[in-house]
Nanobody, 121 residues
Framework: QVQLVESGGGLVQPGGSLRLSCAAS????????MGWYRQAPGKQRELVAV???????NYADSVKGRFTISRDNAENTVWLQMNSLKPEDTAVYYC???????????????WGQGTQVTVSS
């Protein structure tokens, strides 16, 4: 069984920073993309940032220059450093990974449980 465990959410004032982390565990053979999505109340889940095994990254336009995604392939962990936070960044943030377990022939998408980020004064 594969699990993604997130941590690091919380309440922060506008302009502040938070760092989210997500660790994948289980009988993992390989991980392709790892990324962060978010879902605000009444809105669809949207991509925030994603990174591939080789290190390439992609960001939503709304977070470019403020958020940084990074990963440790050996530890199967991905982080999201969020700076200059705005009230509109308030959402539940979900970790996602494309994982190939030992014995699988394909990659499968897995989600974390979500962590709340609230930006408010």
């Amino acid at each position: 069984q594969v699990q993604l465990v997130e941590s690091g959410g919380g309440l922060v004032q506008p302009g502040g920073s938070l760092r989210l982390s997500c660790a994948a565990s289980g009988s993992i053979f390989s991980i392709n993309a790892m990324g962060w999505y978010r879902q605000a109340p009444g809105k669809q889940r949207e991509l925030v940032a994603v990174t591939l095994t080789g290190g390439s990254t992609n960001y939503a336009d709304s977070v470019k220059g403020r958020f940084t995604i990074s990963r440790d392939n050996a530890e199967n962990t991905v982080w999201l450093q969020m700076n200059s936070l705005k009230p509109e960044d308030t959402a539940v943030y979900y970790c996602n990974a494309e994982i190939r377990r030992t014995g699988w022939t394909t990659f499968r998408s897995r989600w974390g449980q979500g962590t709340q980020v609230t930006v408010s004064s």
